[in-house]
């Protein structure tokens, strides 16, 4: 079973960047399905962005498409957040999730309750 760490959280002004970074422990990240949500107070909880089971495509939200940026590191076990040009709306806790999967289809990895394992989140706050 992986245990999942979020930090890099924090205080920003709008149009500024943050980094969040998610480490696994317990096990390696390598042949699970690893995605970022986040969630606003009152509101469901959001897909933000996934790496594919392949590897090959990652997957992003309209919201954050050209300004969030997931990677990956395999030698630290850790994937990233890269969050450029934030807004207010952005405010939220962001949680990374992972899953284990033996196949895929696109809409899956859109779903929070397809993800199996959580991190405890990382408060975002974006000032105007």
């Known amino acids: 079973q992986v245990q999942l760490v979020e930090s890099g959280g924090g205080l920003v002004q709008a149009g500024g960047s943050l980094r969040l970074s998610c480490a696994a422990s317990?096990?390696?990240?390598?042949?699970?399905?690893v995605g970022w949500f986040r969630q606003a107070p009152g509101k469901q909880r959001e897909f933000l962005t996934a790496l594919s089971l392949s590897g090959a495509n990652t997957y992003y939200a309209d919201s954050v498409k050209g300004r969030f940026t997931f990677s990956r590191d395999n030698a630290k076990n850790t994937v990233y957040l890269q969050m450029n040009s934030l807004k207010p709306e952005d405010t939220a806790v962001y949680y990374c999730?992972?899953?284990?999967?033996?196949?895929?289809?696109?809409?899956?990895?859109?779903?929070?309750?397809?993800?199996?394992?959580w991190g405890q989140g990382t408060q975002v706050t974006v000032s105007s």
């Open positions: 999730a992972a899953a284990q999967w033996g196949w895929d289809y696109t809409s899956r990895y859109y779903d929070s309750n397809e993800y199996h394992y």
């Open positions: 317990g096990r390696t990240f390598y042949n699970y399905v």
